[in-house]
């Protein structure tokens, strides 16, 4: 499939921009890379039309990283990849070329899964693709074949949402063996996928070892797959509120409804710990009234588990704060959740 050969430092700012203006959240990659240009991209990455232009007017060659946050984006590399997506029977929706193969952007939430059909990965949730407008390694250049301002991304059918029901952490096998070329690319793409469901380093190079002896044709020495996993043991780690929500709000001093309200602040709460649910949402979600959401909102703030930016006009935005508990609050008082005692 032919494209076009680059351009340089406006083009780029120029596809970042539409991204942003359809809806998107984007973060620079580095030049002709699939990589973060910087560390903490979950939290770079943005829909505001001034930081996305600041971002690349300060690195025009940057490559455009998309976060699948609120997305589920089919990615495939060769024929066998796009007859699964066929099979899938997908609406009319977001599409774009990559290097290799097919990008397919859908409305939808979930976790990433590699290899859940043979030539198809799934990326979504803490994952990223890189985005239309991007240079690939080879100079061919990301490109839209339906961008989203003629079609915006679909609701995910239900034959994908039931792709990313499978059980967390299954490998699917393909009988189709790795040969020498595609071998190393071939496990870290899984060990990204793994990382993103949440598996430990040691679970992550565990299950390459097994993929290296099982499908790679020869088998990679075990000291290469040992550094992919160890590599991949690197990348950032969800945040506890994503990762761990149930042990993250199992604190001793809160009482029940402080920890109903923190549960659900974390359902809502992106990597870098912001959301910006109502007080009547949050209601809805734990079934108390909205005056006792509000105290305990409150008494979360007080307790160093929470900071809050409270605005009339666009309502109130939460920042789940990742650090223990700071201990009472000054002002004479020693406060536990649900109680007040004098000191």
């Not at 406006?10 to 580095?30: C, H, I, M």
């Not at 946050?69 to 070329?97: C, M, Q, S």
């Not at 043991?233 to 199992?250: I, K, L, Q, R, T």
């Not at 201990?327 to 008082?333: D, F, K, N, T, V």
Request: hydrophobic share 35%; glycine share 10%; aromatic share 6%.
């Amino acid at each position: 499939m032919a494209h076009r050969s680059a351009k340089p430092g406006r083009d780029l700012e120029r596809a970042a921009l539409s991204y942003a203006t359809n809806g998107f959240e984007v973060f620079p990659l580095k030049p002709r890379e699939k990589r973060p240009l910087h560390s903490g991209w979950q939290a770079q990455a943005t829909r505001d039309v001034a930081s996305v232009a600041a971002a690349w007017r300060r690195d025009p060659d940057a490559n455009i990283g998309v976060a699948c946050r609120e997305l589920i984006v089919l990615d495939t590399d060769d024929e066998r990849g796009l007859a699964a997506v066929r099979d899938l029977d997908l609406p009319e929706t977001t599409a774009a070329r990559t290097g290799r193969g097919m990008h397919f952007y859908l409305e939808g939430s979930g976790s990433s899964r590699s290899g859940v059909l043979p030539g198809l990965d799934v990326r979504a949730g803490r994952a990223y693709v890189v985005g239309a407008g991007s240079v690939h390694p080879s100079g061919a250049v990301y490109e839209w074949q339906v961008p989203p301002w003629e079609v915006p991304p679909a609701p995910a059918p239900r034959a994908v949402r039931e792709l990313l029901r499978r059980r967390a952490g299954r490998v699917k096998q393909s009988s189709q063996p790795i040969g020498q070329g595609r071998r190393n690319v071939t496990l870290t793409r899984l060990a990204g996928g793994l990382r993103a469901l949440g598996l430990s380093g040691e679970e992550v190079r565990g299950v390459l070892h097994e993929h290296n002896s099982r499908r790679c044709l020869p088998p990679l020495p075990g000291q290469e797959v040992d550094r992919i996993a160890k590599s991949a043991a690197g990348w950032p780690e969800p945040p506890p509120w994503v990762s761990n929500p149930f042990g993250f709000v199992d604190d001793p001093a809160l009482d029940s409804s402080g920890r109903l309200v923190l549960a659900a602040l974390c359902s809502h709460a992106k990597d870098n710990g912001w959301c910006k649910p109502s007080v009547r949402r949050l209601a809805e979600l734990t079934k108390l009234r909205t005056d006792t959401v509000t105290s305990a909102v409150r008494r979360l703030e007080e307790h160093g588990r929470l900071s809050v930016s409270r605005s009339r006009r666009s309502g109130n935005h939460y920042r789940i704060l990742n650090r223990p508990p700071v201990g009472p609050p000054s002002g004479g008082s020693v406060r536990r959740f649900g109680t007040e005692a004098d000191a």
